[in-house]
């Protein structure tokens, strides 16, 4: 086989009409081996001829699209000293764009003994480990336009690919749980007509299935172990794991952008599958293990952990950030990606093991033009920090406080009115001393970590036996409420309660300033019965059921939505002005009508409030623009209470037009639609419910 010297960039494999031009990273590396498998197994070693700037590169002639291949680095074997380099150990190219293959799990895949940690010279094979494969990147791009729904505008729905499709009676079966079958009109038509805009999928960069859930009988749903920053996780591909998963995923994202649907990715750049000290040798362990990884500082043995999965990356190394950067741009450029969700983001700001709000991470990303236009929404927390409200002004996050609080609230807890008005009005408190607007706040109740919202209103307690650790594992602060029984109930009262809580949340959630994210499923009451971390079980308790879906529950989430798209009020991108401004756009009242006090903010019984809003002018059907006034009441209470409607324009301080009423456009109770109070007059509202009213 012919080979060159060829180029040591761009990193990976890049395909071309008189073969590959192959470039690894690895400054400690001695000599660097490209492994080219045939359709038996059959193995062929090529020693890439040149190095350039710790980059070993050659051209392999003859080396096309469909070719499987992995890796082989000679150099320095010292755990000690951080470094694992082993040639016996078959290596994934971290830069591979598709993957074929699973890992089999045996002492081969480690690349040392796991009694002494000794070398170990006997070779494994593509038997033990997946393979690269040499994917195409031609695809019929014409006609795809990027949606860039303004984060004003913007409605997030979390959904795995596989959960969304693996039960969808109108999904072909052999494309459920598929790229494919996310793109399927019955998928698409749903997600657009319950009125959100921008897709988050769960990971979906190669991932690993690791051995103690196979064990089980388990798999690794979720997919936060990745191995493959650059490549579709295979096993979500309806056209086989020979290349063809990287056409089929841009197949998805040009149907999505179809509809106008944008499509985000949660990525996870914080850690990868490799573990810690006792785990597997699949890819940047064996390249350059102290390049990549954070180790201990005076026990290069072992790893720096802020993930709690045995391993962080080392984002302080130019080789990490490369990576990172790398991957980020590629998912923008050639899969045409509209954002990303960063899991654990926090490990990614700490270039010197520290929390940096100005880390070398957080800076290149400020600065790259082709991501400027996306999406880039931090959980700005990891196991050993918490960043809430301080991550660059470009950067959307993760408002967990939303979630506890509003859930708080609905439950009836004491001392939550102060939280609570901030977080209907975007979290002022967090973001704005940085002079970012309400939609820094991602807003969520559910996500796919927890209950899902039919659980949250049915278990106090988790219910995780089926996965297999003694209902250990998840977290016990799930702050829910089972509206009097636990689990499955057929008493008609507590289903009615669970009901009317289910659109208390949901309402909230979808009617509060700041950026709205569904957790996938919720809108058709979609239930892990109890589960409140799923992340093993691809089965039923994670796949949505739709021949069970709340249909009542789909209405009301649309109606929700459409309210939202036609009230400015609801989706404002700056911070709507208060009473103590000359021309205030929002007011918060008590049950009496009168504005809230400092006293009432923290009264630890209060559990109503209204709030009030004349933010903008919209255009009506005639075509004449008017004040876009509503009124949002919220009780908590099990009883009724009396809420007395503002007498005049919202906020107080306009001047009053009391001929004009108030009507009833949304409630999560029994009020009928279209009811009409008149100004200054009172409004009962049920117990446990919200009313929202338009002037």
């Keep these: ?73 000679h150099g320095p074997w010292s755990p000690a000293s951080g470094q694992r ?29 796991l009694d002494d940690d000794e070398v170990p010279s006997e070779l494994d094979s593509a038997g033990s480990m997946p393979l690269a494969v040499v994917a195409s990147r031609d695809f019929d791009w014409s006609g795809d336009r990027a949606p860039r729904v303004p984060l004003a505008e913007t409605v997030v729905y979390e959904t795995h690919v596989k959960g969304i499709t693996a039960r969808h009676p109108d999904v072909p079966e052999e494309v459920r749980g598929t ?6 009109p019955a998928v698409v038509d749903h997600l657009v007509r319950l009125g959100v805009t921008t897709v988050e999928l769960l990971p979906v960069h190669q991932f690993v299935h690791d051995a103690r859930l196979l064990e089980r009988g388990l798999r690794n749903y979720w997919g936060y172990d990745s191995i493959g920053f650059f490549a579709p996780h295979a096993g979500y591909s309806a056209s086989g794991s020979g290349g063809a998963q990287v056409g089929e995923f841009k197949s998805m994202v040009r149907a999505l952008h179809g509809a106008g649907l944008e499509v985000v ?42 993930t709690g999965t045995g391993n962080s990356l080392d984002v302080g190394s130019p ?28 490990t990614l700001t700490r270039q010197h093991g520290e929390l940096d709000a100005r880390s070398a991470f957080l800076d290149l990303v400020h600065q790259d033009p082709v991501l400027a236009p996306v999406k880039l929404v931090a959980e700005p927390w990891d196991v050993a920090g918490y960043q809430l409200g301080e991550f660059p002004p470009r950067w959307s996050e993760w408002t967990g406080r939303y979630r506890d609080t509003v859930r708080d609230f609905w439950r009836g807890a004491e001392g939550t009115i102060g939280d609570l008005g901030l977080c209907l009005t975007g979290s002022g408190d967090l973001y704005s001393s940085s002079r970012r607007g309400p ?44 509206c009097g029984a636990e689990g499955e109930s057929d008493d008609p009262e507590v289903n009615a309660r669970r009901r009317r809580q289910r659109r208390n949340l949901l309402g909230t959630l979808l009617l509060s300033a700041g950026v709205p994210m569904l957790l996938g499923g919720d809108e058709i009451g979609r239930s892990q019965k109890g589960n409140n971390n799923a992340y093993c079980q691809d089965n039923e308790i994670s796949w949505f059921d739709w021949g069970a879906a709340d249909e009542e529950l789909v209405a009301f989430t649309s109606a929700a939505l459409a309210l939202r798209r036609a009230h400015p009020a609801l989706r404002p991108a700056e911070y709507l002005r208060g009473p103590e401004d000359s021309s205030p756009q929002m007011v918060l009242y008590r049950p009496d009508g009168r504005p809230m006090a400092e006293d009432d903010w923290t009264n630890p019984i209060a559990r109503t409030l209204a709030v009030g809003l004349d933010g903008r002018h919209v255009e009506d059907a005639d075509g004449c623009t008017r004040p876009d006034r509503l009124l949002l009441l919220l009780n908590a209470h099990v009883d009724a209470v009396e809420f007395t409607m503002p007498d005049g324009a919202v906020p107080d301080g306009a001047v009053p037009d009391r001929a004009v009423p108030w009507e009833v456009v949304l409630t999560s109770g029994e009020l009928p639609l279209s009811t009409v109070v008149a100004a200054g ?15």
Aim: charged share 20%; aromatic share 8%; glycine share 10%.
């Design 1 to 73: 086989m012919q080979v060159s010297t060829g180029n040591p960039y761009p990193l990976g494999v890049t395909p071309g009409p008189d073969g590959s031009n192959v470039a690894v990273a690895s400054e400690v590396a001695e000599a660097v081996e490209l492994c080219l498998f045939d359709g038996d197994g059959g193995e062929r070693r090529v020693e890439l001829p040149a190095r350039t700037a710790g980059v070993w590169h050659g051209h392999v002639a003859d080396m096309a699209v469909g070719q499987r291949y992995g890796l082989r680095v």
């Design 85 to 113: 380099c082993n040639p016996a150990k078959l290596l994934l190219d971290p830069y591979c764009t598709a993957v074929d293959g699973e890992v089999a799990w045996g002492p081969e895949v480690f690349g040392h003994r």
């Design 179 to 184: 790229y494919a079958g996310l793109a399927h």
């Design 265 to 306: 990715l949660d990525v996870v750049y914080n850690h990868t599958a490799e573990g810690d000290h006792r785990g597997p040798t699949l890819s940047l362990k064996g390249i350059d293990n102290a390049a990549y990884y954070r180790l201990v500082d005076g026990d290069l043995a072992h790893y720096y952990d802020t």
């Design 319 to 346: 080789d990490v950030l490369r990576l990172i950067m790398d991957s980020l741009r590629y998912w923008v450029q050639e899969m045409h990606v509209d954002g990303f969700r960063f899991d654990l983001a926090s």
């Design 439 to 482: 939609t820094a706040s991602v807003n969520f109740v559910t996500a796919h970590d927890g209950f899902t919202l039919a659980d949250c209103t049915a278990y106090e307690e988790k219910h995780n036996e089926a996965n297999g650790e003694g209902n250990a594992d998840g977290t016990s602060d799930n702050r829910s409420a089972n």
């Design 681 to 695: 007059s009172g409004l009962l509202v049920e117990g446990s419910a919200f009313v929202l009213l338009q002037r």
